[in-house]
């Protein structure tokens, strides 16, 4: 698991993980801490170079400065 940022890391957040070959896209859910409420993003995959494996990664963004989630 890697989080890393593009833009604003106020407000955003770009999280990379890696899966196996046979790996399908699994989903990435999300939400405020202390809410009940979960949001589902797909991540987008890749091949990992010089190997059998995938990358995925997904962009965050809208999030609330100074938050917990």
Known sequence: LFLTWKTDP????????HAGPDSVVPALRV???GTVT???YQG???PFP?????VFRQMLDGLKPSTAY
């Open 38 to 40: 979960w949001e589902t």
């Open 44 to 46: 987008n995959s890749h």
């Open 10 to 17: 106020c407000t955003t957040m770009i999280i990379d993980w």
């Open 50 to 54: 010089f190997s059998k494996r995938k």
């Open 31 to 33: 939400r405020e801490r």
